[in-house]
């Protein structure tokens, strides 16, 4: 049997992303309403108690009753407009695969509007509650806010990047933007799918795991769209290279020294920083591998372009776990968290901050081979000005 061509593999990750968005939908919508009106039906905890056990919903979520009702209002909007997004998401994708540019305007529109509001509701949510406070601890709040500011800049610059007519790069923010808004369904997922792994923990402890790779996972699968929208085998007026062997080569040896310490670091607390730990290498592991493959398969094909984009994530992927490993201490003093919680929080947000500024430097990067071919191109003569005939 024939392996999928690169355009049916496309065609079924569209079709798989639409799906889930599609099923994510109304659970969102639904999700706390029983905040608001006890007893209300709410699709994901019902889905959720089947897939699992009906205790390990309700004793996770009774401990958010509280901070819940204290800012009913802003989640609810969050939560409501989260459920329109999932549907606006596969929308945009279908309008921009068809070139239906009026249809796509307009539903871009719709769908920055509909990102800011329900981005205001998660925020009046965190600023109302203390991050002790949050699901499963701080670490989780430090991990909300590192979505919400990723999610409002990307969808920001997308729009930035429309307005200046640069398609390519508003492409890859979006994408970026909507793989952001992606982890609240993802993580739904995991809650449902890792307690095969780990019967007897709570819904608390496997939210730790899902968060130690959740923000690498969407960021990954936004480079890997934008890739396989992006068909360019070079950019006009590219010239050699942002990352260039050097520049990997440290990079790669920062990896393994901060990946080090980290795993000696997470070790050190026994089965709880195991699972941690392997919730972080594993995803890491093979999103390192696709990218250093495509680098390198770019590179003997001759699709400098590529080859150009896999090797300047591939360093923020490398310098990822330097950044991680450096906020530990900054978290610790700042917010007075415990070890454990610092490792966990440095590390869940490592990889997708460095995956956005993997994507600010791929966007620089076009800018300035463009703004290279506009020096390069000779002056244009000034037009003869236009005189009137003379009459007799």
């Known amino acids: 049997m024939r392996p999928p061509t690169p355009a049916r593999r ?39 108690g089947r897939a699992v056990s009906p205790r390990y919903v309700s004793d996770a979520l009774a401990t958010r009753i509280a901070p819940y009702r204290h800012s009913l209002v802003p989640m609810i909007v969050h939560s409501v407009l989260g459920g329109l997004l999932m549907l606006l998401g596969p929308a945009q994708l279908y309008t921009a695969a ?119 996972v969407v960021a990954f699968g936004a480079l890997l769209a934008s890739r396989a929208r992006d068909r360019r085998r070079t950019v006009a007026g590219l010239t050699g290279s942002w990352a260039p062997l050097p520049v990997l080569v440290l990079a790669h040896l920062a990896a393994a020294a901060a990946l080090a310490w980290l795993v000696t670091a997470f070790l050190d607390f026994g089965a709880a920083g195991q699972r941690l730990l392997g919730g972080y290498l594993l995803p890491y592991a093979a999103t390192y591998a696709v990218m250093a493959a495509g680098a390198r398969r770019s590179g003997r094909t001759g699709r400098t372009w590529a080859r150009e984009e896999w090797r300047i994530h591939l360093t923020a992927l490398c310098l990822a776990p330097v950044l991680s490993a450096g906020s530990v201490l900054v978290l610790q003093r700042s917010l007075e968290l415990d070890r454990l919680t610092a490792l966990t929080s440095g590390v869940a947000v490592g990889c997708g901050m460095l995956a956005f500024a993997a994507t600010a430097v791929t966007s620089l990067r076009v800018l300035y081979a463009r703004e290279l071919l506009r020096r390069a191109a000779p002056p244009t003569a000034p037009a003869a000005p236009h005189l009137p005939a003379s009459t007799v």
């Not at 569209?14 to 709410?42: N, R």
């Open 98 to 216: 068809r070139r239906r540019t009026r249809a796509h305007r307009v539903l871009g529109v719709a769908f920055a509007v509909t990102v800011y509001a329900s981005m205001a509701g998660a925020a009046l949510y965190l600023a109302r509650t203390a991050p002790r406070d949050a699901f499963s601890g701080a670490a989780f709040w430090i991990v909300l806010a590192t979505i919400l500011v990723g999610t409002v800049l990307s969808v920001t610059f997308g729009i930035l990047a429309a307005v200046a007519g640069l398609p390519d790069l508003h492409q890859r923010w979006m994408f970026l933007c909507y793989g952001f808004l992606l982890t609240a369904p993802l993580l739904r997922l995991e809650w449902g799918v890792l307690p095969w792994l780990w019967p007897r923990l709570p819904m608390t402890e496997i939210n730790r795991v899902a968060i130690m790779h959740l923000g690498s």
């Open 10 to 48: 496309r065609r079924i990750a569209a079709v798989v992303v639409t799906l889930v968005c599609l099923a994510y939908a109304p659970i969102a919508a639904t999700e706390l309403w029983p905040y608001a009106v006890p007893g209300a039906p709410a699709l994901g905890e019902w889905l959720l």
